[in-house]
C-alpha cells in the first residue's frame, strides 16, 4: 500500500519556474517507478516524466523535454519534477503515480495515485 501526495501547485508567469513535489507514505520498495502525469481541462491525462526510484534512469514527454527534470530524494521520500521556461499550454492538474516496478508512460499501467495539484501559467 502507498500513498502518495502532491505539493500545492501555484500561479506562475510564462517563462518562470516551479518545483512539485511527492511525498510517499506506506512501503515503496526500491524497484518502484514514479511518475506525473498531467491533466487539463476537457483532455485527457497525458505522461509529462518518470523515473526509477533505484537507479535514477529517467523518461520525459516530448512536450517537456528540455524544460523539465524529474528527480528524487530517497531520504525523504520524495519525487520531484521541476519545470521551467512554463507555458501557457502547460496549465493543468498535475498528479503523482507510481508503480512498483515499470516505469512507464502508459497512465493504466500505474498502481497508485495522488490527488493532484493545480498548476496555472499565465500569458
Known amino acids: 500500500q502507498v500513498q502518495l501526495v502532491e505539493s500545492w501547485g501555484g500561479l506562475v508567469q510564462a517563462g518562470g519556474s516551479l518545483r512539485l513535489s511527492c511525498a510517499t507514505s506506506?512501503?515503496?520498495?526500491?524497484?518502484?517507478?514514479m511518475g506525473w502525469f498531467r491533466q487539463a481541462p476537457g483532455k485527457e491525462r497525458e505522461f509529462v516524466a518518470a523515473?526509477?526510484?533505484?537507479?535514477?534512469?529517467?523518461y520525459y514527454a516530448d512536450s517537456v523535454k528540455g524544460r523539465c527534470t524529474i528527480s528524487p530524494d530517497k531520504a525523504k521520500n520524495t519525487v520531484y519534477l521541476q519545470m521551467n521556461i512554463l507555458k501557457p499550454e502547460d496549465t493543468a492538474v498535475y498528479y503523482c503515480a507510481s508503480h512498483p516496478h515499470l516505469m512507464t508512460a502508459v497512465r493504466g499501467a500505474y498502481h497508485y495515485w495522488g490527488r493532484g495539484t493545480q498548476v496555472t501559467v499565465s500569458s
Open positions: 506506506g512501503r515503496l520498495v526500491t524497484s518502484a517507478a
Open positions: 523515473i526509477t526510484w533505484s537507479g535514477g534512469i529517467t
